[in-house]
């Protein structure tokens, strides 16, 4: 027997009790093993799931419910306490979603544009919006979600690199066009792109692996030799 289901046009709302239920099983399981107690005092680790709690005032989605665990988990500051979609959204998102057509490295935290996309001329240059949110707030709520190991930064920040489209997917609505704000790092002259088409799912698969292979050292296939 082959039981096939249509990806629906929109994600499931989940009524209130449910996502408050779900969300006291993670706290408490947190509390049970004391991965949220690693790096952070009780006081600190209640501040975090106080404030995220008080978010879920209506019946949310999968995925408004997975912005608000997230940063519960990042919070823990256990790098390997990650926190994944569900297979339904994660196939809701490569049927309905789009994703930036382009890859990134960050470097002093500035965030840069590693390849051009058709007829856009982007690499190299410095991301500073992306329709019309500015990259700081962009990165700041991927910095939130993304999670490593005590306090260390340059992980999250690498991490970030290789999830960039598909977090920008979980947070922002889907868009068939995109508009970039971007600067010349060599004069800081402002560019600006309109209309830049988004990529499907697909799309994006396939135009990442060609980045990989344009892009040296981008990606690794075994650890250095020392």
Not at 32 to 50: A, K, P
Not at 86 to 112: N, R, W
């Amino acid at each position: 027997t082959i039981r096939l289901e249509k990806v629906p046009n929109t994600l499931e709302k989940i009524p209130v009790k449910n996502l408050l239920s779900d969300f006291d099983l993670l706290q408490n399981a947190y509390y049970e093993t004391r991965v949220g107690l690693w790096y952070n005092s009780r006081t600190q680790f209640d501040s975090i799931c106080n404030l995220q709690k008080s978010k879920i005032k209506a019946p949310m989605n999968a995925l408004e419910f997975y912005r608000i665990l997230a940063p519960v988990v990042s919070f823990t500051k256990e790098g390997h306490c990650n926190i994944k979609i569900s297979d339904e959204t994660t196939a809701f998102l490569k049927q309905k979603g789009t994703y930036l057509p382009f890859g990134i490295k960050v470097l002093d935290k500035k965030v840069y544009v590693i390849n051009d996309y058709k007829d856009f001329k982007l690499k190299g240059l410095v991301l500073s919006k992306i329709n019309g949110e500015a990259i700081e707030n962009i990165m700041a709520k991927m910095l939130e979600i993304e999670p490593a190991d005590g306090f260390n930064m340059t992980s999250k920040y690498r991490w970030i690199e290789g999830a960039f489209s598909k977090y920008y997917a979980r947070y922002f609505p889907a868009s068939k066009f995109i508009t970039l704000e971007l600067l010349n790092p060599d004069n800081n002259a402002k560019i600006v792109y309109e209309n830049i088409p988004s990529c499907t799912f697909k799309e994006f698969a396939k135009l990442y692996e060609e980045i990989k292979k344009q892009v040296p050292n981008y990606t690794f296939s075994k650890s250095s030799d020392f």
